[in-house]
């Protein structure tokens, strides 16, 4: 059974961020942490509220779950809202912050260069869904949602900026702990298919994580059968 926790609206990035917390506290305990983070409009206001807190930042490396074709910098790459909404504000080392070089020409080698330097296992991934059922880059019927072999591939969105790099079913499903953060009620569908849905990896790839910790909103959760 997937485990899930919904909280009320107005303090899921508050508790989302404990949740990290606690993931990242027990297993810096233990050495060194990976971690793979989302990109995306909810995840942003946890890693504000994560900010915050009291860690042992210099314990963490920090990779991606997927980026757009585009440059550090522009509104749209995942790496430039994570570093505004956390890199810039603790003492993560500069050298162990690993993003997605998205932008380069050729995505198949820039695939390629990212699964080389990628953990062969993550100690913590954190991922989101879409109204589609996607999480990462890996959009419901795409070739990418389908990947079993390569860790780190080329992806295309439905809509722009088409172009993308994302993790695989392998990085998924080998991640030591894995943290979904849902929020709205127009993912509500999304994880209801997600969680309670008939198994369909390829139309709902967000079903690849369903043996994570689900951190939903109860907007999001407002579809969810209570008797599953």
């Given at each position: 059974m997937?485990?899930?926790?919904?909280v009320?609206a107005?303090?899921?990035?508050?508790?989302?961020?404990e949740?990290?917390v606690?993931?990242?506290?027990?297993?810096?305990?233990?050495?060194?942490?990976?971690?793979?983070?989302a990109?995306?409009?909810?995840?942003?206001?946890?890693?504000?509220?994560?900010?915050?807190?009291?860690?042992?930042?210099?314990?963490?490396?920090?990779?991606?779950g997927?980026?757009r074709?585009?440059?550090?910098?522009?509104?749209?790459?995942?790496?430039r809202?994570?570093?505004?909404?956390?890199l810039?504000?603790?003492?993560i080392?500069?050298v162990q912050?690993?993003?997605?070089?998205?932008?380069?020409?050729?995505?198949?080698?820039?695939?390629?260069?990212?699964?080389?330097?990628?953990?062969?296992?993550?100690?913590?991934l954190?991922?989101?869904?879409?109204?589609?059922?996607?999480?990462?880059?890996?959009?419901?019927?795409?070739t990418?949602?389908q990947?079993?072999?390569?860790?780190?591939?080329?992806?295309?969105?439905?809509?722009p900026?088409?172009?993308?790099?994302?993790?695989?079913?392998?990085?998924?499903?080998?991640?030591r702990?894995?943290?979904v953060?849902?929020?709205?009620?127009?993912?509500?569908?999304a994880?209801?298919?997600?969680?309670?849905?008939?198994?369909?990896?390829?139309?709902c790839?967000?079903?690849?994580?369903?043996?994570g910790?689900?951190?939903?909103?109860?907007?999001?959760?407002?579809?969810?059968?209570k008797?599953?």
């Amino acid at each position: 059974m997937p485990r899930v926790l919904i909280v009320p609206a107005e303090t899921f990035a508050a508790r989302a961020a404990e949740c990290l917390v606690h993931a990242l506290r027990t297993l810096a305990a233990e050495g060194p942490v990976s971690m793979a983070l989302a990109g995306g409009a909810t995840p942003r206001a946890v890693y504000a509220s994560l900010a915050a807190a009291d860690l042992p930042w210099d314990r963490l490396r920090v990779y991606f779950g997927d980026e757009r074709a585009v440059g550090p910098d522009h509104p749209d790459s995942n790496y430039r809202m994570v570093r505004d909404a956390l890199l810039s504000r603790v003492p993560i080392p500069d050298v162990q912050v690993f993003r997605m070089q998205a932008e380069d020409a050729d995505l198949e080698a820039a695939a390629a260069a990212y699964a080389a330097v990628l953990p062969g296992r993550l100690d913590l991934l954190v991922l989101g869904v879409g109204a589609d059922g996607h999480t990462a880059s890996l959009f419901p019927g795409s070739t990418a949602a389908q990947e079993r072999r390569r860790t780190v591939v080329p992806a295309f969105a439905p809509d722009p900026p088409r172009e993308r790099l994302t993790i695989t079913r392998p990085v998924i499903w080998t991640a030591r702990h894995t943290l979904v953060l849902v929020a709205g009620a127009g993912k509500a569908a999304a994880v209801r298919a997600a969680l309670q849905g008939p198994e369909d990896l390829n139309g709902c790839p967000a079903q690849l994580a369903r043996r994570g910790l689900w951190v939903l909103d109860a907007n999001a959760a407002s579809r969810l059968s209570k008797s599953e």
